[in-house]
Structure formats: structure tokens, C-alpha cells
């Protein structure tokens, strides 16, 4: 079957770095988008990865490992706007999102 | 865990036919559920929140008329797309709140709807 995991709830402290990680295992891959989510709020697109490597934008870097099934998102300088739901969604074959239930993040001042 | 399904997964469709999406909560009941539009590699536009039993509640710009939404039952919300036009093409996502968790931060999203209008 198709699942994806990821934690439920982190904490971490403002200023500094947290990595919030991924498992999945799916039928075929099309790549690995994260998102943002405020209570309330659609989800933001933060990054997508199809090849190996770590992309860096801005305080958020991904990382993708195709041949473990993992993915992981970093935070850097962590704000207390940055305490929100990050979703972790990969693509299929057929380009069907499984996604993770979600990493609420938790700032502490 | 909670699951979302839809059907169809992709569908094709000549320009001025009406298309119907079904968003499923298959082991929980969701008094909401929330429909998006998502664009390659952007971040998911929320169109419409539905409620059950209730009309639903469309974002600013989004046509209640062109985009028919239905939420007949705890487990159910339908989104037909009518008289749809190549524009409309495009990643169509639901998700659900978990009416027995009572958490309602955690939406569950479905696996997607791609939609080609030709």
C-alpha cells in the first residue's frame, strides 16, 4: 500500500534550527512537495523534490533521498510565525498526492 | 489514520460539459470539508468550504454557480464543475475535518482530482 509518515507535533525554540522528517512509501514517484498550514488558513507551498539532493530557499532548505523513501524539511532561525502545520505529500504514478497527516511545529519563545 | 478518497482520480472532458468530483471521509465523519485548486508547484487555493447540510461558504472570485458544491451527508461533498472550459483545468484537492476528534486544525486532504478540459 501507499503511506507516508510523518510526526505529529515537535517543539523547538525560537532561533533556532528543527528538521522535520518524512517517510513514505508509494506507487511510483513523482516527486515530494511540503507545505505550511496556519490554523485556519490553505495550505503554502514550500518546496518540491524530484531529484536527490537539498534545496535551499531562504530559512527553509529540502531534502530528498529517492532510494530511502525520505524526505526532510529544515528551519532555520525559527520565528514564532514558523509555528504552524507542515505537510508532507507525495506524488504517485498516476500523480495522486499521499499525503502525511501533518507536523504541527510548536515555537517556544 | 483518517482517509480521503476521490473519484475520479483524472477525468478529460470536452469544453462545455459539466464534471462531477466526489470527496469521500471513508472512516470518519466530517461536518466540513474544505475544496481547493492547486497550479503546478504553487500553494492550494481554497475555493469553497462545505458544510453539511448547509450551502456552502465560496472564497471572493469564486463562481458559486459555475462550481456546484453538495455536502448531502457526513462522509460525502460533491463538486461539479459546470460547463467547464480549458481555463478550468487544473489539480482539484479536498480535505476533511475529523467531526469525532474534535481537533479542528487537522484537515485530512484526498489524493487529487486532475481535471483537462479540452
Known amino acids: 500500500g501507499q503511506n507516508i509518515d510523518q510526526p505529529t507535533e515537535m517543539t523547538a525554540t525560537e532561533g533556532a534550527i528543527v528538521q522535520i522528517n518524512c517517510t513514505y512509501q508509494t506507487s511510483g514517484f513523482n516527486g515530494l512537495f511540503w507545505y505550511q498550514q496556519h490554523a485556519g488558513e490553505a495550505p503554502t507551498f514550500l518546496s518540491y523534490?524530484?531529484l536527490d539532493g537539498l534545496e535551499e530557499k531562504g530559512r527553509f532548505s529540502s531534502f530528498l533521498s529517492r532510494s530511502k523513501g525520505y524526505s526532510y524539511l529544515l528551519l532555520k532561525e525559527l520565528q514564532m510565525k514558523d509555528s504552524a502545520s507542515y505537510l508532507c505529500?507525495?506524488?504517485?504514478?498516476?500523480?495522486?498526492?499521499?499525503w502525511g497527516a501533518g507536523t504541527k511545529l510548536i515555537i517556544k519563545p | 489514520g483518517a482517509v480521503v478518497s476521490q473519484h475520479p482520480s483524472r477525468v478529460i472532458c470536452k469544453s462545455g460539459t459539466s464534471v462531477k468530483i466526489e470527496c469521500r471521509s471513508l472512516d470518519f465523519q466530517a461536518t466540513t470539508m474544505f475544496w481547493y485548486r492547486q497550479f503546478p508547484k504553487q500553494s492550494l487555493m481554497l475555493m469553497a468550504t462545505?458544510?453539511?447540510?448547509?450551502?456552502?461558504?465560496?472564497e471572493q472570485g469564486v463562481e458559486k454557480d459555475k462550481f456546484l458544491i453538495n455536502h448531502a451527508s457526513l462522509t460525502l461533498s460533491t463538486l461539479t464543475v459546470t460547463s467547464a472550459h480549458p481555463e478550468d483545468s487544473s489539480f482539484y484537492i479536498c480535505?476533511?475535518?475529523?467531526?469525532?476528534?474534535?481537533?479542528?486544525?487537522?484537515?485530512?486532504f484526498g489524493p487529487g482530482t486532475r481535471l483537462t478540459v479540452l
Open positions: 480535505s476533511a475535518r475529523d467531526l469525532v476528534s474534535g481537533d479542528t486544525d487537522t484537515q485530512y
Open positions: 505529500a507525495a506524488m504517485d504514478s498516476n500523480y495522486q498526492l499521499i
Open positions: 462545505s458544510n453539511e447540510g448547509s450551502k456552502a461558504t465560496y
Open positions: 523534490n524530484v
